[in-house]
């Protein structure tokens, strides 16, 4: 399980390449660093996406996501796979989110995920968990977002009782033009240490968004690009671990309506 969960690619090729910072970024389809990212797609998408972690075959990883809106809510539902016949874990999961307005002004983003995670391992057996999480953001001011979100809040365990590792994340967007955003995290998985996330993404023009990212620890650096136009959007980037070399991912989306 441990080999699944250090992989940069559950979160999808933007994530990585803004070095995992994500949790107050609003709009991301895969909704793993905050389920509440939901709440702020405008229309019906679906959303397909690809990695090999560190070039290795059987490290590849593939997911689909589709998300709606129905009014103010957004309910989500997807699926990915990773590793080979040897060891595969895949995880079917379902959201909703929406933004609520607790007596202010500004509404507050509220996403809850649940996953059903399956385990198989060649000549060993198989095991299966479901996991809730649950993350919320906020526009504090309009050129800053917050952002926190729980994994595993429910304690789920394996059929032979190992937990899965509770991941919490706190986050920030700092937007200061329509243009340019900076992003921050701060994450802890188990018993690990905290850690550092920063990205960031430049959008010369609207239909092009240039990313950058760093992750510690252990430190990784990322690149990326995403291309926008009326219906699709693809995105490619990298991420290089310092000792075990690069990951490389893709994904491409489908929007109802018009993306720019």
């Not at 709606?68 to 060891?87: C, E, H, I, K, Q």
């Not at 959007?233 to 070399?245: C, D, P, W």
Request: proline share 6%.
């Amino acid at each position: 399980m441990r080999a699944a969960g250090a992989q940069p690619a559950r979160e999808g090729a933007a994530a990585i390449a803004l070095g995992g910072a994500t949790p107050a970024l609003g709009g991301d389809l895969w909704g793993i660093a905050n389920p509440a990212s939901w709440a702020a797609i405008r229309s019906a998408t679906a959303g397909f996406f690809a990695a090999e972690g560190f070039g290795l075959p059987e490290l590849r990883e593939g997911a689909a996501r589709v998300a709606v809106p129905l009014g103010r809510t957004v309910v989500a539902a997807g699926a990915a796979s990773f590793g080979d016949a040897a060891y595969r874990e895949s995880s079917w999961l379902a959201g909703v989110a929406r933004p609520l307005f607790p007596g202010t002004h500004r509404p507050i983003a509220m996403g809850v995920r649940i996953a059903l995670h399956r385990v198989t391992i060649e000549d060993y057996g198989n095991a299966t968990a479901i996991g809730l999480s649950a993350g919320w953001q906020v526009d504090v001011v309009p050129t800053l977002r917050l952002g926190a979100a729980a994994e595993n809040v429910n304690g789920p365990r394996w059929a032979a009782g190992e937990p899965l590792s509770r991941r919490f994340a706190l986050g920030a967007l700092y937007q200061p033009t329509p243009e340019t955003a900076l992003l921050l995290a701060l994450r802890r998985s188990g018993r690990a240490s905290t850690s550092l996330h920063a990205g960031l993404e430049w959008r010369p023009v609207r239909a092009l968004a240039l990313r950058a990212g760093a992750t510690g620890e252990p430190w990784r650096l990322s690149a990326g690009v995403a291309v926008r136009t009326t219906w699709i959007h693809a995105e490619a980037t990298a991420e290089r671990h310092y000792a075990l070399g690069w990951t490389p991912a893709v994904a491409i989306y489908v929007h109802g309506r018009g993306a720019l």
